[in-house]
């Protein structure tokens, strides 16, 4: 069974200054969490479970999260931090649908775009363990009508490279076709059209179509479709009950979240979007912030009975270079000293600690996952706007624990001097 989440009780933001110094959570009578949409985790058990730098972080980060709440700069945002096994703060702020209230919670569905490609990467390691595949497999050898640009390209293609985006192919090659709503197969078969920009498996360039032929792999080796495995393989041992793959999946979950843009000042929600939902392993997973503490305990050793530690290790192992991830924001160019892409994660030196990492965007929603393998302390994000904000609170969570000087990634300072303006404006 999944490790247990602990009583809820919500943080009373008098208590915060105490938190910051000591390991022990004091809990507050604030109004029912669930009808206020509001949840955070905070107990005294787990308080007493937590390390002086992770009490230290919480309270940083719940204090932060009420400031993105007030500013209005998200539609809705599902966060929990976790330390080791125990979940160590929960909390949905924010609309899951602003046409008809409901709330974001805990066990609200969102999409979680491209951080799918981890359950992708999962997946074909267990298949790896079981001898059903090996990473130097030739994709072409299991998909005959597999092409690249020329036979020696092709033929040399391993299940690995494709997992690292080693595929020699330029950077999102059929992206912009395929939300023009072309067809994923046609989009695969059409691989062997592009010009290739470096020899396979020597440089990396993000992919969403070739690296959805995993799909096509797992199928040819166990009968199956790639959701399903996933499903059995992944899900439901590890209690992610509400995870699911596909746009009728999400708008089947119980409590899900639409989408919102902005429009007039107000965030107001659309239908999701099926494009990239036609390419599972890339990007088709749903989850609640419910299952992806489960997640992230199991991607940090929580789990070993279902993702044991030679398997973490081979999936979070750097295969090659990301250069571009050190310019990419301004937290990523203050902060990280190498960053490299393993098999469905980013593998980041953030100052002296390693930082795994990996984020994911479609239309109206927004993923983000870090943690610290050594110490077992991760965070989990998502939202269904486009907003950038939130995505700043991961290092400002990694920089209070490691106790690095703290910078406003999140840009908090600035929204609220632009509600004093507007307040002194009227």
């Known amino acids: 069974m999944p490790p247990s989440i602990l009583p809820v009780a919500p943080l009373n933001a008098r208590f915060r200054l105490l938190l910051s110094c000591i390991a022990l959570f004091a809990v507050s009578n604030r109004a029912s969490a669930d009808v206020a949409g509001v949840q955070s985790i905070l107990a005294p058990e787990t308080a007493t479970a937590a390390s002086n730098e992770a009490a230290r972080a919480v309270a940083s980060l719940d204090a932060w999260v009420d400031r993105i709440e007030t500013s209005g700069k998200v539609a809705g945002l599902a966060i929990a931090v976790v330390e080791k096994d125990q979940v160590l703060l929960e909390r949905g702020i ?91 197969p046609l989009l695969a078969a059409r691989l062997g059209e592009i010009p290739l920009t470096c020899p396979v498996g020597e440089c990396y360039a993000y992919q969403n179509v070739a690296f959805s032929l995993i799909g ?90 279902i993702l044991p530690e030679q398997l973490l290790q081979t999936l979070h192992s750097p295969l090659v270079e990301t250069p571009g991830d050190l310019s990419s924001t301004p937290w990523r160019r203050e902060r990280l000293v190498d960053a490299q892409y393993a098999l469905g994660w980013r593998i980041f030196q953030y100052g002296d600690e390693q930082l795994v990492f990996h984020a994911g965007a479609v239309q109206g929603y927004r993923a983000m996952i870090g943690f610290l393998p050594k110490q077992r302390f991760g965070l989990v994000m998502l939202w269904n706007c486009e907003s950038a904000a939130p995505a700043g609170l991961l290092p400002m969570l990694m920089d209070r624990y490691l106790d690095l000087p703290a910078v406003d990634w999140a840009g908090l300072d600035k929204a609220s001097r632009t509600r004093q303006q507007a307040g002194d404006a009227g």
């Open 94 to 184: 924010g609309l899951a649908d602003s046409s008809s209230g409901e709330v974001v919670s805990a066990n609200t569905v969102l999409r979680l775009a491209s951080h799918s490609k981890a359950f992708a990467t999962t997946l074909s390691a267990m298949l790896v363990r079981d001898g059903r595949l090996h990473w130097d497999t030739p994709v072409a050898s299991l998909l005959p009508t597999f092409k690249l640009a020329d036979d020696a390209s092709s033929g040399k293609l391993t299940i690995a490279d494709i997992l690292s985006h080693r595929v020699g192919l330029p950077h999102n090659t059929y992206d912009r076709l395929l939300e023009q709503d072309e067809p994923y």
């Open 216 to 305: 096509d792999v797992t199928f040819a080796v166990t009968g199956n479709f790639f959701s399903h495995e996933v499903e059995k393989r992944v899900f439901h041992p590890l209690g992610m009950i509400s995870a699911t793959y596909g746009r009728d999946g999400l708008e089947q979950s119980a409590h899900w979240a639409k989408p919102h843009r902005r429009v007039r000042g107000h965030w107001t929600a659309f239908e999701p979007k099926e494009t990239y939902y036609r390419m599972p392993p890339a990007a088709g997973a749903n989850a609640s912030l419910r299952d992806m503490e489960q997640w992230l305990i199991a991607q940090m050793g929580g789990r070993p009975e």
